[in-house]
């Protein structure tokens, strides 16, 4: 079994992990030039929802890479809802979500995501996921109807084209160590003398943000200042995850 995955804060890898199988950076397959892979038994995508759709470099992944398989899963990481993902092109046999802690610090308080990680029951949700996959069920999870109305409400007012400067480098705490740059999943972020300049191409993941060592990537208007990474998922996973061919 293969899985792909993209992930920026680990929450997708340590699903795709505990799925199990042959795991496949969609970041370095990108980079690459293969165009088509096969499994005799499945082939899975894994990946985080962005403003309720997929990131834009998994969509380009699906639009470019052809998955054969007898039975394609894709599982979905999220905050709240999955909105519109979970309608991702392609043949699917099995799509489900999976709440987690949601990141996005624009929009939310990390901390207090942290705090409520419980009530999401995400060791429970992940075993029946793991389970379904193991035993080749088929379920195609449908939008709900909060799920449409934040996906549509997400589709009216979609992220500003000029958010990245919103970004700021905090100059005391920076040491130019360029772990931004390692952990861009586009490489988006080039190094000005000893400071780190995102560019315009930014997808607003949170690559940089929670896995600068010393948190010296800020953002004008985030709920909070606390950075994360799933517990199970070291810095050196996410730099070895965006490595490019």
């Keep these: 079994m293969k899985i792909f995955y993209f992930t920026t804060t680990g929450n997708s890898l340590a699903v795709a992990r505990a799925i199990g199988g042959e795991l496949l950076s969609i970041v370095s ?37 052809k998955l054969s398989a007898p039975y394609r899963f894709l599982v979905l990481t999220c905050g709240n809802t999955p909105a519109f ?7 699917w046999g099995y799509v489900r979500s999976i709440r987690m802690v949601d990141n996005y610090f624009p929009m939310f308080d990390v901390s207090k995501q942290v705090r409520d990680l419980p009530r999401k029951r995400v060791g429970e949700c992940l075993a029946e996921i793991v389970a379904d996959i193991r035993a080749r069920r088929h379920f195609l999870e449908a939008p709900t109807l909060y799920g449409r109305v934040a996906g549509w409400w997400m589709r009216m007012f979609p992220l500003s084209p000029l958010a990245y400067r919103r970004f700021y480098i905090d100059a005391e705490k920076c040491n130019g160590c360029g772990t931004c740059g390692r952990v861009c999943p586009i490489g988006n972020i080039s190094m000005a003398g000893m400071m780190p300049a995102i560019g315009e191409r930014c997808l607003t993941c949170g690559a940089c943000y929670h896995n600068c060592p010393l948190g010296a990537i800020r953002y004008r208007g985030e709920k909070s200042r606390v950075q994360y990474r799933h517990e199970g998922v070291t810095l050196a996973d996410i730099v070895r995850e965006m490595k490019r061919e």
């Design 29 to 65: 397959v990108l980079s690459g030039c293969e165009t088509g892979f096969a499994d005799d038994g499945a082939i899975g995508v894994v990946c985080p929802v962005y403003f309720g759709e997929l990131p834009a470099p998994v969509a380009e992944f699906l639009e470019r890479v």
């Design 85 to 91: 993902a979970v309608k991702a092109p392609g043949e």
